[in-house]
């Protein structure tokens, strides 16, 4: 089967959720004009059904390669990714003082997500490295954006981050690479990091490390880390790569999935001449990687409906073949095809809602980043309350839509051949990293829920509550808000353990009432009878009648108390 990119669905999206004329209809997106916005979807589709697609398979099952002078990429992908700086395909979102095309976030974001769909462990190179370009335009300074932006902006330089280390994992504080000052401003880098995603590769001419390090004498815990720009290879007079830069890949790991994705383990200053600048203010790391992570936390977001996509055209493409057994009920005892058996129909069209409601919901978080950077403060406030819903529910939604790609193979989704097996373990770690979903859950009501609160009631959370409302039409929808919000109402107040017992439950009936609503305002404008308009419309009913009233079972779990979480001693569990 072929890979098709979701131009129709991306276009929709686009038009009545992101609402793109309205960014367009500003000085800063002028360019983001219908045809504009036609011309990339479909070029990027072509190219990616093209050249990234058909690698897909490859890349898991040869996938990358360590060596002790460094990380080896099939052969193919190295031209493929040649092919896709020269398209321009990395320029997209970046501001055209930095070498870009100046269009919204919303637009690269789809961009990705056809990308993704094709190759998803490919394409996590050119996302990591959009984090990156963000992290260097709000807080690199001048001769850093001139030096390494309009490199990061093609692609032809790609960016990582770096923050986890063997002792730390997610607790960013207990790091301890460290960042001495050299004397002539720049800083002489120290340490290992782990978990690092294309942290080496053959593609690109240089890669530009953003690393979390401490100075001599900072402050413990988080307050004490600083951001650090670290190239493979030190730059030339000219700005051209130079001399290495004592960056060594000590292994990758061996992984589940994303054989594609080199995931390294660097060492930084084997030989103490490994060289970094500072990026932004010293002790200011957090608040620079968090502009990275919070782009990052979207992009993986995205990665569940990349994943979504690509395993829901397999199973569709496996079922429009597959041949077994009449329809139940029919007076013909010929052997049908599976996609006529109700079951699988169940299947199929649950892979189609939850799949275009994650991308509902994503890009709809990817309009409010554009919103936010055109001044709008109600659209950043809104951006924190749906970041983590994009990152947890996004990726959940990946996960489940993975496994029923498998089950609507059946067996032989179950073996290697098919491949269906791939967008499974691919997806896999997509609740794990950038933040597990746990994580993202504990944010929400940790620090979301009072977002802008004050005594009259209002607040970011409260507004999205009301935005939904207002809206609002479907009964069981309707419901699912009002629990939302009584439930909002309950956690702001309960003590931290039960408020943390319920954020995961709450997170996913937020995220439900969220995407169920821009489900609906979707299907107000699907009319027609071409075979997208039956799909959405199918696909919106599927999602109020059956999914929405699935998260209102989640009320009983998101009101519990934590007592019963903590009725176990801690080693009992391993009775």
């Known amino acids: 089967m072929s890979f098709t990119a979701a131009v129709a669905d991306q276009r929709f999206v686009l038009e009545h959720v992101v609402r793109i004329d309205e960014l367009a209809g500003t000085p800063r997106f002028a360019a983001a004009s219908a045809d504009v916005v036609d011309a990339v979807l479909e070029g990027v589709g072509e190219f990616a059904g093209g050249e990234w697609a058909p690698l897909n398979r490859e890349g898991d099952t040869v996938g990358a390669k360590w060596s002790p002078d460094g990380v080896h990429m099939p052969a193919s992908f190295v031209k493929a990714y040649h092919d896709y700086v020269e398209g321009g395909w990395g320029t997209i979102g970046v501001p055209e003082a930095f070498g870009g095309q100046g269009l919204p976030f919303a637009i690269q974001t789809a961009v990705l997500d056809t990308l993704g769909s094709a190759n998803m462990g490919f394409a996590l190179c050119p996302t990591l490295t959009v984090g990156a370009i963000e992290a260097l335009i709000h807080h690199g300074s001048p001769d850093q954006q001139a030096l390494y932006l309009p490199h990061l902006a093609t692609g032809a330089w790609t960016g990582t981050m770096n923050l986890t280390e063997p002792q730390a994992g997610s607790d960013v504080g207990a790091l301890r690479a460290t960042a001495r000052p050299r004397g002539d401003g720049t800083w002489s880098i120290k340490g290992t990091k782990i978990y690092i995603s294309f942290g080496d590769h053959d593609m690109a001419d240089n890669i530009v490390h953003l690393v979390l390090a401490r100075t001599p004498d900072a402050p413990a815990g988080t307050r004490g880390i600083s951001l650090f720009l670290v190239p493979k290879f030190r730059l030339r007079d000219d700005g051209t790569p130079g001399d290495f830069n004592d960056v060594r890949v000590v292994s990758i790991e061996h992984k589940m999935g994303l054989h594609a994705s080199p995931t390294c383990v660097l060492s930084f200053g084997d030989h103490d001449d490994c060289i970094g600048e500072l990026i932004g203010a010293e002790h200011g790391g957090m608040r620079a990687m968090f502009t990275m992570m919070n782009n990052a936390r979207l992009n993986v977001g995205l990665q569940g409906v990349q994943i979504a996509e690509g395993a829901t055209q397999k199973a569709v493409g496996y079922a429009l073949e597959r041949v077994q057994s009449a329809r139940a009920g029919s007076v013909v005892k010929d052997p049908v095809r ?27 978080a990817a309009g ?34 993975a496994s029923l790609g498998i089950q609507v193979h059946g067996g032989m989704g179950y073996v290697e051949e098919t491949g ?22 504990a944010d929400l009501v940790g620090r979301k829920l009072g977002l ?22 479907h009964p069981d929808l309707v419901a699912l808000i009002d629990a939302v919000d009584a439930i909002a109402h309950r956690l702001v107040t309960a003590d931290a353990d039960d408020r943390l017992a319920a954020s995961y439950p709450f997170l996913t009936m937020t995220s439900v009432a969220t995407c169920g609503w821009l489900m609906e305002r979707e299907g107000r404008h699907a009319a027609g009878d071409e075979a997208f308009a039956v799909v959405k419309r199918a696909a919106v009913r599927f999602y109020l009648d059956q999914i929405v009233p699935e998260a209102m079972g989640l009320r009983a779990a998101a009101t519990a108390s934590a007592d019963v979480l903590y009725a176990v001693p801690a080693e009992a569990f391993a009775a």
């Open 420 to 441: 269906a097996a791939q967008y499974f373990r691919d997806a896999r770690i997509t609740p794990i990293y950038e933040g597990t979903n746990g994580i993202q859950a």
């Open 338 to 364: 599976i996609v006529d058996h109700p079951d699988v129909r169940r299947m199929l069209l649950r892979m189609k809602a939850q799949t275009q409601a994650a991308r509902a919901l994503v890009y709809y």
């Open 368 to 401: 409010q980043v554009d919103r936010a950077g055109l001044g709008d403060a109600a659209a950043r406030d809104r951006l924190e309350i749906v970041t983590p819903l994009a990152k947890a529910h996004g990726t959940d939604i990946g996960n489940e839509v």
């Open 452 to 473: 802008g609160h004050n005594q009259e009631g209002g607040g970011a959370f409260a507004a999205l509550v009301a935005d939904m409302r207002a809206e609002a039409e």
